[in-house]
Each structure stands twice: as structure tokens, then as C-alpha cells.
């Protein structure tokens, strides 16, 4: 099994300008990914929640709204897991040190969850550039309960 952090080649890639609306253009080819191979509706949340934060987070965050800046999507099928990539144009964060969005003083703050909802529902988060690409992994085989 590939770690999340080495180069791999991508079954699509997109590029759009930063701009909020263009969610929608990562949302559509997470319908088509995940259509296109099959992945269990029991996983269809989880990536579509955790694909789109990183996204905005890379429009909003990374890219700072600039539609002169791209933000980048990408997925490959690998095994029985499917694994999406987002990258912005921007500096990147500290992803080592976030604040916990769980501690009740932030629990008020209107951001800082994004990065622990994609940890909470992919099953392999990876960071690179310096958090400026994230790098997510979904197994393709229904939850077991």
C-alpha cells in the first residue's frame, strides 16, 4: 500500500479559480468518483464531507479568495481504498498545532474544524507543502457494523 505522501498518478485531476462557488465543481466529481467505482453509500458521506472542507478550506484559507489562485483535485483508486488530493496555491498552515475544536473555549469560534473532521472521517489523512495539499484515503468496502 502507497503512503498518502509519495507521488502518485491520478485517474482525474481538476483545477478551478479560488472562488467559492467552484465547490460545486468538487462536489460534482466526488458524485462521479464515487459512482464510477463503486463506493459504498456507507463511505459517500464521509468523503463528500471531508473533500468539500478541504476544498474550502484551500479556497478560503489557502488561496485567501483570490480566483487568480487554483485550487487542485485529484483521485486514484488504489486497492480497496480511494484517495483524493487537494492543493492550494497559498503558503500552507501549521496542521501540527491546531487548536482542538472540541476544548469548550472554542467550541463558539465560526472555524477551526475543518482539519478535525477530515482526520475524524477519512481513514488516512496525510499533510504536504507545508498543509498547502492534503491527502485523503476512504476505503471502498461497506462499514462494518
Known amino acids: 500500500m ?3 505522501t509519495e507521488e502518485m498518478e491520478f485517474t482525474q485531476r481538476i483545477e478551478f ?10 462536489e460534482k466529481m466526488i458524485d462521479e468518483a ?4 463503486n463506493v459504498h453509500e456507507s463511505h459517500y458521506g464521509d468523503i463528500l464531507i ?3 472542507e478541504a476544498v474550502n478550506n484551500a479556497i478560503h484559507h489557502g488561496n485567501a479568495l483570490d480566483p ?3 485550487v487542485h483535485l485529484a ?3 488504489e486497492g480497496d481504498r480511494i484517495i483524493f488530493r487537494v492543493q492550494d496555491e497559498g503558503p500552507g498552515f501549521d496542521f501540527e498545532h491546531l487548536p482542538d475544536p472540541t476544548d469548550p473555549s472554542n ?4 472555524h477551526g474544524r475543518g482539519v478535525f473532521l477530515m482526520r475524524a472521517l477519512a481513514d488516512e489523512v ?5 498543509g498547502a495539499t492534503v491527502t485523503m484515503a476512504f476505503g471502498l468496502q461497506p462499514v462494518k457494523e
Open 34 to 37: 464515487c459512482t464510477k467505482h
Open 126 to 130: 496525510g499533510f504536504e507543502d507545508n
Open 68 to 70: 487568480a489562485k487554483k
Open 107 to 110: 467550541l463558539e469560534r465560526p
Open 75 to 77: 483521485y486514484v483508486v
Open 17 to 26: 479559480p479560488a472562488k467559492a462557488e467552484n465547490i460545486a465543481l468538487a
Open 2 to 4: 502507497a503512503a498518502l
Open 50 to 52: 471531508a473533500i468539500t
